[in-house]
């Protein structure tokens, strides 16, 4: 498949893993609520083989398709789509999206407008219409990935930890942030050249920290557009793969990564020792409140965490050996 010969507004891509049906219903939401701009819409399947092409040729045959051999990962398939795309600025969008309203329209106004401007992302939505967090985060460090917890997240939700201030501010004009997610991120296409597109040392999860804080090393900006609104049911192709503890260790691994490539190699084993502390307490705790919650009926949830924390510990220690291969 060759790129277009000639350019386009806005190439929206999508990563498509076992996600046929979030995908359809994706790309109807994208042809039903934006207008105004020229668009075209790539979608890469990594390797699912899930009927994906089959279903695009059928009901979206606008849409242009590429069919990987293998599972590239999230940042390595984004960038093979990028080079087969005319658009002068990108969407990265998850199939697991809708689009409420004008949000596509409004992202792209906000690129062409700001100043200084490198990525720009939406207000993503629960599918119980709750905000979701992590539409924008602060840059991680030692500290905020050792107390991330939900629970601490719902306590202190404007501590500047987490870098969520913004969501509960009523300012709806756009706000400069650390980094968007990467399930509704938009750049320029020079900007995003000029960067180095995705970073494939990731396979899955901190591509997007990482595209971010690339951008502000160019003395750019990443700004959260509340006003733009997409619907996120979230992990729809990851809870699919390998059980729950698969994504739970390869966000460790992404953090380890990104940290080797940002910060000295001492606060990287530092990182990796405090979540050994930090995976020993969990499970100590879990361990102590298990009976108690099993005499409540909650006994699965906590197997999961023991399950999780375990996961994490013998990450800590060099195991999980598995994750080094992706």
């Known amino acids: ?51 994906s092409g089959e279903m695009l040729r059928e009901c979206y045959p606008q849409v242009r398709f590429i069919q990987s051999d293998k599972n ?24 697991d999206t809708k689009i409420k309203d004008d949000a596509i329209v409004m992202l792209q106004r906000e690129l062409c407008s700001l100043q200084s401007v490198g990525a720009v992302g939406a207000k993503l939505l629960n599918n119980d219409m709750s905000v979701q967090t992590s539409c924008i985060q602060a840059f991680p460090n030692i500290t905020n990935q050792v107390l991330d917890s939900n629970a ?17 501010a009523n300012n709806r004009g756009p706000t400069e942030v650390d980094a968007v997610s ?25 591509e997007d920290i990482d595209l971010c804080f690339k951008v502000r090393k160019y003395n750019l900006r990443n700004y959260y557009i509340p006003s733009a609104v997409v619907i996120h049911y979230g992990g729809a192709s990851s809870s699919q793969n390998k059980g729950s503890t698969y994504s739970n260790v390869m966000m460790l691994e992404s953090r380890w990564r990104f940290f080797r490539k940002t910060r000295p190699s001492w606060y990287c084993w530092f990182y990796r020792f405090a979540m050994f502390v930090a995976s020993i307490v969990r499970i100590g705790l ?21 399950e999780k924390w375990t996961a994490r510990l013998r990450w800590a220690l060099g195991g999980e050996e598995w994750v080094r291969n992706h």
Not at 152 to 168: D, E, H, V
Not at 291 to 302: D, T, W
Request: hydrophobic fraction near 50%; proline fraction near 4%.
């Open 1 to 51: 498949m060759a790129r277009p010969s000639t350019p386009v507004d806005l190439s929206i891509i999508i990563v498509n893993w076992n996600s046929k049906e979030y995908l359809r219903k994706c790309i109807a939401s994208i042809l039903a609520e934006t207008h105004g701009i020229e668009y075209e819409i790539v979608v890469i399947d990594n390797a699912s083989f899930d009927g």
């Open 152 to 168: 601490l997240r719902t306590l202190f939700p404007m501590a500047g930890l987490w870098g969520m201030k913004p969501l509960y």
């Open 72 to 95: 590239l990962g999230f940042a390595k398939a984004n960038n093979e789509a990028f080079k087969l795309s005319a658009g002068r600025s990108l969407l990265f969008l998850n199939p």
């Open 182 to 206: 990467g399930a509704c991120l938009m750049i320029g296409r020079s900007v995003f050249e000029r960067i180095g597109m995705f970073s494939e040392d990731f396979f899955m999860y901190s």
């Open 286 to 306: 879990v361990l102590l409140l298990w009976p108690a919650r099993r005499l409540q009926g909650k006994g699965l949830s906590m197997d999961a965490a023991l």
